[in-house]
C-alpha cells in the first residue's frame, strides 16, 4: 500500500539517490565519464531504434541529466515527435524553464550543507528529502487525488501512469518546484520602495488602463426552452414566476431557487457584476442597462428561452482618479520590482551553474552539450 512505512522508505530513499547527485561538486572529469556509454544522438532518435525516445538527453544542469521524459510524458514521446521543429520549439521552451529551476533548487540543496563534514551533509541532505516527502504524501498527494475526482491513490497512480508519467516524478517535481521556491526566497530578501512620484508617472503613462466601464450586479429567473415540452409551456412557467413575484411579493431569490430553470437558479439567479457587452445574450444585456435599479422586467425572449430580471445595483462607466487608482498601481509597481530582483538572482544563480545543452543559443552562458557526449 502507498501509506506503507516500507514504500515510502523506498520512495525516500529514491529521492536521497537523487539528491546525492545534485550534493556532489561538479567535476568536468566526472560529467565526461558519466556521459561516456550514451549512444550517440542520432541513435537515440531514429525512428525504430532501440532508445526509449524519452530517455534523449538534453541538457546536463551541473551533474543532472534531462531527459526529454522529463519535460514531456514519457510514454508519449516519439522519436518522430523529437525531430518535428513545432515540438522541438516546444521543448527547447519547456527546457529553458527546467534549466533556470534545478540551478534554483541545486544551489539550495547545496547551500545547506556547505562548509561542513561530509557526516553532517550527508544527514543534512537526508532530512531535507525526508521532510519533502512527508509534505508530499501528507499534503500533497491527498489533495491531487481530489482534485482528480478520484477515490484511492492507487487510482490516481493509475491515472498518472495512462499520462505517461508517474508518481515518482511528480515527486520529483515538487521536490525541485519547492527547494528552488526556497532558493528565491532566502535570496531575494529586498523589500523594494515605491514613491509617489513613480506611481504618478505610472497612472500618467496608462491613461487606458483606468476606464472602468459600465457594469451591473443582478438577478435572473428562467424558463428554458429545452427543460419544457413546447414554447408555450415554458413561457406559462415563466409567467407563473413573475406573477409569484411581482403580484403575490415572494422574494425574487426563493422564486427563482424553487422554478427556474436557468444556471444560476441555485445562487436565487444571482450574477454577480458584469460589465456591459459581457452577456451572452443581447436581450438581457440591453435590459439589465436600461431598467430601473430593483425593477422587475417584464419578460424577455432570446434564443435560449424566457427570462425576468430584477437589477440589484449599476455603475456608469468612469475613469478611475489618481487617489482611486493608487492601490493597485503600488501593487503592479511593487510586482514589477520584485519580478526584476527575481529574475537577477536567477541569472547570477545560473551563470553559477555548469550547464550544457543541446541549444547553447537559448541559455546565455550555457555549453554545447557535443562538448560532453
Not at 547551500?111 to 516527502?133: F, L
Not at 452577456?279 to 439589465?288: A, C, F, R
Amino acid at each position: 500500500m502507498l501509506h506503507s512505512h516500507k514504500a515510502w522508505k523506498y520512495i525516500v530513499a529514491w529521492l536521497w539517490l537523487g539528491m546525492m547527485v545534485l550534493g556532489n561538486s561538479t567535476c568536468w572529469a566526472q560529467v565526461q565519464q558519466a556521459s561516456a556509454n550514451d549512444v550517440p544522438v542520432d541513435s537515440s532518435i531514429s525512428p525504430g531504434g532501440e532508445l526509449f525516445a524519452a530517455s534523449y538527453i538534453v541538457a546536463v544542469v551541473g551533474e543532472e541529466r534531462v531527459l526529454v521524459g522529463d519535460l514531456f510524458p514519457a510514454e508519449k514521446v516519439t522519436a518522430q515527435m523529437i525531430q518535428n521543429p513545432e515540438f522541438q520549439m516546444h521543448l527547447r521552451k519547456s527546457l529553458k524553464m527546467s534549466i533556470q529551476q534545478k540551478c534554483l533548487a541545486q544551489y539550495f540543496v547545496n547551500s545547506q550543507a556547505t562548509g561542513k563534514p561530509k557526516k553532517e551533509r550527508d544527514d543534512i541532505r537526508a532530512k531535507m528529502m525526508a521532510k519533502t516527502a512527508e509534505i508530499f504524501r501528507t499534503k500533497v498527494l491527498p489533495e491531487q487525488v481530489k482534485r482528480a475526482k478520484l477515490e484511492t491513490e492507487a487510482e490516481f497512480i493509475q491515472l498518472l501512469e495512462s499520462q505517461g508519467t508517474s508518481l515518482a516524478s511528480m515527486m520529483r517535481s515538487f521536490a525541485e518546484q519547492v527547494w528552488a521556491d526556497q532558493a528565491l526566497r532566502e535570496g531575494v530578501k529586498e523589500k523594494p520602495t515605491v514613491f509617489l512620484d513613480e506611481m504618478q508617472d505610472y497612472y500618467d503613462q496608462h491613461p487606458d488602463q483606468w476606464q472602468r466601464p459600465s457594469r451591473v450586479r443582478f438577478r435572473i429567473m428562467s424558463a428554458v426552452f429545452s427543460k419544457y415540452p413546447n414554447r408555450e409551456a415554458a413561457y406559462q412557467a415563466i409567467a407563473e414566476m413573475w406573477n409569484q413575484v411581482y403580484f403575490g411579493g415572494a422574494p425574487f431569490e426563493a422564486v427563482a431557487k424553487k422554478l427556474s430553470t436557468g444556471f444560476s437558479a441555485d445562487e436565487g439567479g444571482t450574477i454577480d457584476w458584469t460589465r456591459r457587452g459581457a452577456l451572452k445574450s443581447k436581450p438581457i444585456d440591453e435590459t439589465v442597462f436600461s431598467i430601473p435599479v430593483r425593477a422587475l422586467s417584464q419578460v424577455i425572449e432570446d434564443s435560449e428561452g424566457f427570462h425576468v430580471v430584477e437589477v440589484l445595483e449599476r455603475q456608469n462607466a468612469y475613469q478611475m482618479t489618481f487617489p482611486q487608482a493608487q492601490g493597485e498601481i503600488k501593487e503592479s509597481i511593487l510586482k514589477n520590482k520584485k519580478t526584476l530582483l527575481e529574475n537577477d538572482y536567477k541569472k547570477k544563480i545560473q551563470d553559477l551553474t555548469p550547464i550544457w545543452t543541446r541549444w547553447p543559443e537559448d541559455i546565455p552562458g550555457s555549453r554545447d552539450l557535443s562538448e560532453i557526449l
